[in-house]
């Protein structure tokens, strides 16, 4: 079974930083695609960021140069370091790979953004 569980959300405010993990389990990690999510009440699940299993990472053009995706293959981690947040950057965050042909997700966890 694959598990994926993200940490590290809460309430900030604009300006400020969080720093969201997603602890992985049932996959071969080094050699997986980790993408990030988010989804804003009464909104679509939009990709944030994705890093590929060479390190090399995308980004959507909201979160580009404030946003940073990276890993830690020996602790089957990914990592979403966010900086310079605003209200708009207010939601769920979801860690998901697609692993066997399907796609897995974890539950997420809130961000928010307000002063």
């Known amino acids: 079974q694959v598990y994926l569980v993200e940490s590290g959300g809460g309430l900030v405010q604009p300006g400020g930083s969080l720093r969201l993990s997603c602890r992985t389990s049932g996959i071969n990690f080094k050699i997986a695609a980790m993408n990030w999510y988010r989804q804003a009440p009464g909104k679509q699940r939009d990709l944030v960021a994705s890093?590929?299993?060479?390190?090399?990472?995308d980004y959507a053009a909201s979160v580009k140069g404030r946003f940073t995706v990276s890993r830690d293959n020996a602790r089957a981690t990914v990592f979403l370091q966010m900086n310079s947040l605003t209200p708009e950057d207010t939601a769920v965050y979801y860690c998901?790979?697609?692993?066997?042909?399907?796609?897995?997700w974890g539950r997420g966890t809130q961000v928010t953004v307000s002063s």
């Open positions: 998901n790979t697609r692993w066997r042909g399907r796609d897995w």
């Open positions: 890093i590929n299993d060479d390190g090399s990472t």
